[in-house]
C-alpha cells in the first residue's frame, strides 16, 4: 500500500499465490493482483498488456500471516499439519517429502536447503520414523537427538533450518527466484531498477551473483578490456540491513538483506568485489 501511495502515475502489479491474500488487497482501478507466482511475470505482464516496467520489488521468503497461521505448518511454534504450502492447491506438502522422499533425496534438501553439518543424521531419524511423524511435534520429536552439545542452546535455530529446507522444497522457491531474475532482464525497462529482500543466505547469494554477473554461480564474464559484463549495475556493493530500531518494531526483520540494481542502457562493467 505504501508503494502505491506514492505511484502517481502508471500501474501497480502484485502477485501472489496464497488465496489469503484476497482478504487483504487494494480496491484501485490502477491495482492489479495476479493470482501466479513471480516465476511467470512475462507471460503474466503480457496478458496485461504490458511489456516493460519501470521497476520490481521481490520481498521473498514467507509471510507473517503464513508464519502465524497455525494450521500452514510453516512455525514450529504450533502443533499442526505438516502442510508448509503457499499455494493452498499445490499438490507438495512437507508431509508428503517425510512419507515418500528416499533418505538420499532427504540428506539433500537438508543439506543443500537447510545447510545443515548433520543433513545425514536429520535424513536417517526421518525416514526411520516416517510412518510415526504426522504433525509439526511429531517431527521435532523425530529429530530432536540430532541436536548435539552446544547446538542444544540454539534449538531453534535448528529446527529453523529443517523447517526452511522443506519449505524451500514443497515450493520449489529457488527455481522461482531464478526465473525471476533471468525475466527481469527482459521485463525492467532500461534504467529500471530491481530490489530484491532476502531473509536467508541461499537466496542472497543467487540476487549478489545475477546481480554482480547476470549468473547464478557467480561466474564472471569479461570484455577484451576486463571489464566485467552483467546487465545490471549494482546500486548497493553492500546489502541494505535493518537497524537496532526497525528491529525492535520487527524482529522478523532481522535477517533481511536488500539488495538493489539496475538495468543497463548495454553490458555494463562492474569492477570490485561484493560482500
Same mark, same amino acid.
Given at each position: &500500500? /505504501? @508503494?502505491?501511495?506514492?505511484? !502517481?502515475?502508471?500501474?501497480?502489479? $502484485?502477485?501472489?499465490?496464497?488465496?489469503?491474500?484476497?482478504?487483504?488487497?487494494?480496491?484501485?482501478?490502477?491495482?492489479?493482483?495476479? =493470482?501466479?507466482?513471480?516465476?511467470?511475470?512475462?507471460?503474466?505482464?503480457?496478458?496485461?498488456?504490458?511489456?516493460?516496467?519501470?521497476?520490481?520489488?521481490?520481498?521473498l521468503?514467507?509471510?507473517?500471516?503464513?508464519?502465524?497461521?497455525?494450521? =500452514?505448518?510453516?512455525?514450529? =511454534?504450533?502443533?499442526?499439519?505438516?502442510? &508448509?504450502?503457499?499455494?493452498?492447491?499445490?499438490? &507438495? !506438502?512437507?508431509?508428503k517429502? @517425510?512419507?515418500?522422499?528416499?533418505?538420499?533425496? &532427504?540428506?539433500?534438501?537438508?543439506?543443500?536447503?537447510g545447510?545443515?553439518?548433520?543433513?545425514?543424521?536429520?535424513?536417517?531419524?526421518?525416514?526411520?520414523?516416517?510412518?510415526?511423524?504426522?504433525?509439526?511435534?511429531?517431527?521435532?520429536?523425530?529429530?530432536?537427538?540430532?541436536?548435539?552439545?552446544?547446538?542444544?542452546?540454539?534449538?531453534?535455530?535448528?529446527? $529453523?533450518?529443517?523447517?526452511?529446507?522443506?519449505?524451500?522444497?514443497?515450493?520449489?522457491?529457488?527455481?522461482?527466484?531464478? /526465473?525471476l531474475?533471468?525475466?527481469s532482464?527482459?521485463?525492467?525497462?532500461?534504467?529500471?531498477?530491481?530490489?530484491? @529482500?532476502?531473509?536467508?543466505?541461499l537466496?542472497?547469494?543467487?540476487?549478489?551473483?545475477?546481480?554482480?554477473?547476470?549468473?547464478f554461480?557467480?561466474?564472471? /564474464? %569479461?570484455?577484451?578490456y576486463?571489464?566485467?559484463?552483467?546487465?545490471?549495475?549494482? @546500486?548497493?556493493?553492500?546489502?541494505?540491513v535493518?537497524?537496532?530500531k526497525?528491529?525492535?518494531?520487527?524482529?522478523?526483520?532481522?535477517?533481511? %538483506?536488500?539488495?538493489v $540494481?539496475?538495468?543497463?542502457?548495454?553490458?555494463?562493467?562492474?569492477?570490485?568485489?561484493?560482500?
Open positions: &500500500m /505504501e @508503494i502505491f501511495k506514492h505511484l !502517481t502515475t502508471g500501474r501497480l502489479f $502484485a502477485f501472489d499465490v496464497d488465496e489469503d491474500v484476497l482478504k487483504n488487497t487494494i480496491d484501485h482501478k490502477r491495482f492489479i493482483l495476479i =493470482r501466479k507466482n513471480f516465476s511467470e511475470i512475462t507471460k503474466s505482464l503480457l496478458a496485461n498488456n504490458v511489456t516493460e516496467i519501470d521497476g520490481l520489488l521481490a520481498d521468503g514467507v509471510s507473517s500471516h503464513q508464519f502465524d497461521s497455525a494450521e =500452514r505448518g510453516f512455525s514450529t =511454534r504450533f502443533d499442526s499439519a505438516l502442510d &508448509m504450502r503457499m499455494n493452498k492447491k499445490g499438490e &507438495m !506438502t512437507a508431509s517429502i @517425510i512419507k515418500t522422499y528416499s533418505e538420499e533425496n &532427504m540428506r539433500k534438501i537438508f543439506r543443500e536447503y545447510e545443515l553439518r548433520n543433513a545425514n543424521q536429520v535424513a536417517k531419524r526421518i525416514t526411520a520414523n516416517r510412518h510415526n511423524i504426522k504433525t509439526v511435534n511429531d517431527l521435532k520429536n523425530a529429530i530432536a537427538p540430532s541436536i548435539r552439545g552446544a547446538e542444544r542452546r540454539k534449538e531453534n535455530q535448528f529446527y $529453523a533450518k529443517v523447517f526452511q529446507a522443506l519449505r524451500i522444497e514443497v515450493n520449489d522457491e529457488l527455481s522461482a527466484l531464478k /526465473e531474475l533471468m525475466q532482464k527482459d521485463v525492467l525497462k532500461e534504467g529500471g531498477r530491481m530490489a530484491v @529482500i532476502s531473509y536467508h543466505s537466496e542472497d547469494r543467487l540476487v549478489k551473483n545475477f546481480f554482480r554477473s547476470g549468473k554461480e557467480g561466474e564472471i /564474464e %569479461k570484455d577484451l576486463g571489464s566485467v559484463q552483467t546487465p545490471f549495475k549494482v @546500486i548497493n556493493k553492500k546489502p541494505i535493518p537497524g537496532e526497525e528491529i525492535e518494531q520487527n524482529s522478523r526483520a532481522r535477517s533481511a %538483506k536488500l539488495r $540494481a539496475e538495468k543497463c542502457h548495454s553490458l555494463s562493467p562492474q569492477r570490485g568485489d561484493e560482500k
